[in-house]
């Protein structure tokens, strides 16, 4: 079993602030993570992954994540944010075993204030 | 690529009635996930696909909803009899190859309200 949980469900904060939406899991497996993100009225994109190899991910948009094994933690930050990054940001897991689903935090809304 | 297709995009009905919603997933991936959204229970897998067979249907809330694939290139998610506490957005998702190593591609969602 495994679960994911996003500790902060809003995060306001002001236009070129650093960021970060923390995100925590817990599973029996090796594990995939990802961050995705959904901008409003629009589904989910795919903002980054981490499958093995450099702890620190970069994604688009500015967007990077840094996977800490011992902390089973997988933050997401960006050194400056716009106003069009406000949107709900989606931290997933997955097992790496074939049959293996994605599994969902409650999200994070990130809301960016002029 | 036209990316995962939903239909239709907003959908409001009466308690009581039939909802069908409907998912073209994106050619050539073999893996097709309904997943609900809802605020207080944020996103939940409610059943997946792997090459047109139900893997996972643990997620399903209840006997009123069912899904089908009977093409790799067609879903449906149906609600019978649908209940004010189904609205929800449903979303439509699919991906190719073993997790990890495709992307998963979502498709816009269904708004879904029952009154």
């Known amino acids: 079993a495994q679960s994911v949980t996003q500790l902060d469900s809003q995060v306001p904060v002001f236009e070129e602030a650093p960021v970060e939406l923390r995100c925590n899991y817990s599973?029996?497996?090796?594990?995939?993570l990802f961050w995705y993100v959904q901008y409003p009225n629009q589904g989910l994109q795919l903002l980054l992954k981490y499958l093995s190899g450099s702890t620190l991910v970069k994604g688009i948009n500015g967007f990077e994540a840094e996977f800490n094994k011992s902390q089973t933690s997988f933050h997401l930050r960006k050194p400056s944010v716009h106003i069009s990054d406000t949107a709900e940001y989606f931290c997933a897991v997955s097992g790496r075993n074939a049959g293996n689903m994605l599994t969902f935090g409650g999200g994070t809304r990130l809301m960016v204030k002029p | 690529d036209a990316g995962v297709i939903q239909s239709p995009r907003h959908e409001v009905t009466e308690m009581g009635q039939e909802v069908t919603l409907r998912c073209k997933p994106i050619?050539?991936?073999?893996?097709l996930f309904w997943y609900r959204q809802t605020m207080m229970r944020g996103l939940e897998l409610l059943i997946y696909f792997n090459n047109n067979v139900p893997i996972d249907d643990s997620g399903m809330p209840e006997d009123r909803f069912s899904a089908k694939m009977p093409n790799a290139s067609f879903s449906t998610l149906k609600i019978q009899p649908s209940e004010p506490r189904d609205s929800a957005v449903y979303f439509c998702?699919?991906?190719?190859?073993?997790?990890?190593?495709?992307?998963?591609?979502f498709g816009s969602g269904t708004q879904l309200s029952v009154l």
């Open positions: 050619s050539g991936h073999n893996s």
């Open positions: 599973s029996s497996v090796s594990v995939y």
């Open positions: 998702a699919s991906r190719r190859g073993q997790p990890g190593n495709e992307k998963l591609f």
